[in-house]
């Protein structure tokens, strides 16, 4: 069984930093992509940022420069350093994984990932 395992979370203040975890299990994804989406209340789910089986790093417009995505394969393990906290990234933050081995850019499209966790909540206080 598939398991994708969110850690991290919490209540933070404006400024603060935050490295959220992504654990799989039941199978390995050295050669998918990895992303990571968040989504506030009343609105639709976000792609934040995604990184390819080669470690490529892609971000959502607003989070550049604040977020960066890495992985370690030997520990099947995704993870999302966050800097700069702001009110605005208080989200509930999910992780995702792509069905296979992509030779193109990741999907910044919550369908182009059917591997999903169950999500863990930040929550930024100004």
């Known amino acids: 069984q598939v398991q994708l395992v969110e850690s991290g979370g919490g209540l933070v203040q404006a400024g603060d930093s935050l490295r959220l975890s992504c654990a799989a299990s039941?199978?390995?994804?050295?050669?998918?992509?990895m992303g990571w989406f968040r989504q506030a209340p009343g609105k639709e789910r976000e792609f934040v940022a995604a990184?390819?089986?080669?470690?490529?790093?892609y971000y959502g417009d607003s989070v550049k420069g604040r977020f960066t995505i890495s992985r370690d394969n030997a520990k099947n393990t995704v993870y999302l350093q966050i800097n700069s906290l702001k009110p605005e990234d208080t989200a509930v933050y999910y992780c995702?994984?792509?069905?296979?081995?992509?030779?193109?850019?990741?999907?910044?499209?919550?369908?182009?990932?059917?591997?999903w966790g169950q999500g863990t909540q930040v929550t930024v206080s100004s």
């Open positions: 995702a994984a792509s069905a296979n081995y992509n030779k193109g850019s990741p999907s910044v499209y919550p369908r182009g990932y059917p591997y």
């Open positions: 039941g199978r390995t994804f050295t050669s998918n992509d």
């Open positions: 990184i390819t089986w080669i470690s490529t790093p």
